[in-house]
């Protein structure tokens, strides 16, 4: 949210440069790469399709040992895509939240749900 003041913003904040209709294509687009809680688009659908195919993998191997190993790198990369969505969701409707707060000039909450979107723990 840095750059120079756009003339027609909602309040007058050095360094913002908000563009409402801009700000919600953007959103839009990242949230349908993230997907949604049916599974039928973006990452939530691509790990509903890559469970899929870990069942089918140890379905067919039939084997104890190549089953465990597929639970547990299923296990391990699920908890990280769960992450990656909620992270994500989070990002999105913070910057939402902000914007929305910014365009109807209650600042203060703009700034505030700017610093409450998902963060990253840095590895």
């Not at 750059?3 to 801009?22: F, I, Q, T, Y």
């Not at 902000?98 to 963060?119: F, I, K, R, W």
């Amino acid at each position: 949210m840095h750059g120079r003041r756009h003339e027609g913003s909602g309040a007058d904040v050095p360094g913002w440069d908000l563009k409402p209709e801009e700000i919600s294509g953007v959103l839009t687009t990242v949230a349908g790469h993230i997907g949604d809680e049916e599974q039928t688009e973006g990452l939530s659908l691509h790990s509903k399709s890559l469970g899929t195919a870990l069942d089918d993998a140890g379905a067919a191997a039939k084997s104890a040992p190549i089953g465990t190993a597929l639970q547990e790198f299923s296990t391990h990369c699920f908890g990280l895509v769960k992450d990656m969505v909620g992270l994500g969701s989070s990002a999105v409707k913070g910057a939402g939240d902000a914007a929305m707060h910014y365009v109807n000039g209650n600042l203060d909450m703009a700034a505030e749900a700017q610093s409450n979107a998902g963060t990253v723990e840095d590895p």
